[in-house]
T-cell receptor
Framework: GAVVSQHPSRVICKSGTSVKIECRSL??????MFWYRQFPKQSLMLMAT?????????EQGVEKDKFLINHASLTLSTLTVTSAHPEDSSFYIC???????????FGPGTRLTVL | AQSVTQLGSHVSVSEGALVLLRCNYS??????LFWYVQYPNQGLQLLLK??????LVKGINGFEAEFKKSETSFHLTKPSAHMSDAAEYFC????????????FGAGTRLFVKA
């Protein structure tokens, strides 16, 4: 089956620093990837759609200058949390669709803790 | 706009009992529908999906779901719960029109009692 990886799985950083999270489709190409944010005991909130070769599409209320997305290749999308603050602490999950029925394959998630 | 409603943020069943997790969707046309499971600190795993071929969809781990257009529902069931089924379950909807965007329900936490 399709595999999506994320790196790192866990990161702790100081307030004010930037953190980059990678999402890779390991055995298929993905022109589109999605980034979600999940707070404890809550659902996934779609942050943005990452598009290979073009700008990301951000959901309403998501700061594009805060959460920089770059879809560098057909197998890699990166999310950079700039000038991180404690309120950015969350579980970030990426996904990539494959197949004709919009099925999403999810990465294992990245736990970000900002001190 | 599409939306998904999962009734019950928590469901508790005894081991061996029937599992029923409810999901209702809102969409102008029958969408693609999914159930995903999430274990703590992990990503989501697809349980099953509805793509219009058959209204009763069988998935992994003994789960199945029935698409009922008249009720705009896609409830998830399993005849006999196992302790390993304890997890968070998400119903999701995606537009057939392309774009791949998927909207998730709020999730239902399933507890299985011994």
């Amino acid at each position: 089956g399709a595999v999506v990886s994320q790196h790192p799985s866990r990161v702790i950083c100081k307030s004010g620093t930037s953190v980059k999270i990678e999402c890779r489709s390991l055995d298929f190409q993905a022109t589109t990837m999605f980034w979600y944010r999940q707070f404890p005991k809550q659902s996934l909130m779609l942050m943005a759609t990452s598009n290979e070769g073009s700008k990301a599409t951000y959901e309403q209320g998501v700061e594009k200058d805060k959460f920089l997305i770059n879809h560098a290749s057909l197998t890699l999308s990166t999310l950079t949390v700039t000038s991180a603050h404690p309120e950015d602490s969350s579980f970030y999950i990426c996904s990539a669709p494959r197949g004709g029925a919009n099925e999403q394959f999810f990465g294992p998630g990245t736990r970000l803790t900002v001190l | 706009a599409q939306s998904v409603t999962q009734l019950g943020s928590h469901v508790s069943v005894s081991e061996g009992a029937l599992v029923l997790l409810r999901c209702n969707y809102s969409s102008s046309v029958p969408p693609y529908l999914f159930w995903y499971v999430q274990y703590p600190n992990q990503g989501l795993q697809l349980l099953l999906k509805y793509t219009s071929a058959a209204t009763l969809v069988k998935g992994i781990n003994g789960f199945e779901a029935e698409f009922k257009k008249s009720e705009t529902s896609f409830h998830l069931t399993k005849p006999s719960a196992h302790m390993s089924d304890a997890a968070e379950y998400f119903c999701a909807v995606s537009d057939r029109g392309g774009g791949f965007k998927t909207i998730f329900g709020a999730g239902t936490r399933l507890f299985v009692k011994a």
